[in-house]
């Protein structure tokens, strides 16, 4: 896949969909390419920015003085893959480089975003997870395990606790899951809509209700060996097979403003993978 030595990869997404289909798979393949598309001045896309091949999933390679954008390999091959290279224009020698795929995973469609950097001089580069997640996030069903990805916090009452608990139990939940008290009078620590979007595609973010939060915290406490306090993370099964620590944070640490950027942080990077976990069966179709 290039010069894929020169860059690093910061956080990557890899979802099967509830969707499977052809017209599906040209939506997400949309949404991608739309991403990349300077908008006019009535807020429509302007697709002469790329070439015809662009609307049939063939592959191609469109230049502009801000870096470029490439269909890899086309739907013929079975793996959609576009890759994305954008100068920083603040930071001299960085680029930014973001592969997107859409596949037909036999009974779902499959669709992963991976972003890498380049980082030239300045030797450090923030966590920027890019609006093209949220956007297919919003708009392709994905699913982690059974249960949807979403931008938005899941609330969890009493009624709401078995799948919660099913979810953390799942040995092939793929996303923390990162827990948010509300208290009797109806507060939380923080906005967890906010929240919530800036980690959509890499965590599910569930606010927990006063008459849950009993349940959810002997869980938590029995099964998964943490306590429930105002923030709790919790990760997948096989990271914490692997040494991943639960996590909780209490009210005085959550207040902190430098707590969140923190977390987000470390929650986003945490997906790093090798490219042939981003790809999964996927990589058998991906053209030497």
Known sequence: MGDADQFFPLHQIHFRSHR??????????ELALRWTLARRSDGSFDWSELPPAAGVGAAFTAQSQRGSVSVLQGIDTGLWLMRR??????????TWRHDIFVADGDSADVIGVRTSVALGRNMVAPVRRPSVIAALVRNCALLDD????????LTVTKHDVTPVLDLLASPVRTLPVLFITRS?????????QKVADKLAGFAHVLVVMPD????VSQHLAKEMGVQFDAVTLCWPVPAAARGAAHARWDMMQVKDPAFWPFL???VIRSSVGTKEDWLGSLVARLAV
């Open 20 to 29: 499977h289909g052809a017209e599906s798979r040209a939506l997400a393949r």
């Open 85 to 94: 290279d954008s100068i920083d224009p603040k930071v001299e020698g960085r």
């Open 146 to 153: 059974k249960t949807q990805v979403q931008t938005k916090p």
């Open 184 to 192: 009797i009078r109806g507060r939380t620590p923080l906005d967890a």
């Open 212 to 215: 849950a939060a009993p349940t």
């Open 264 to 266: 987000e942080a470390g």
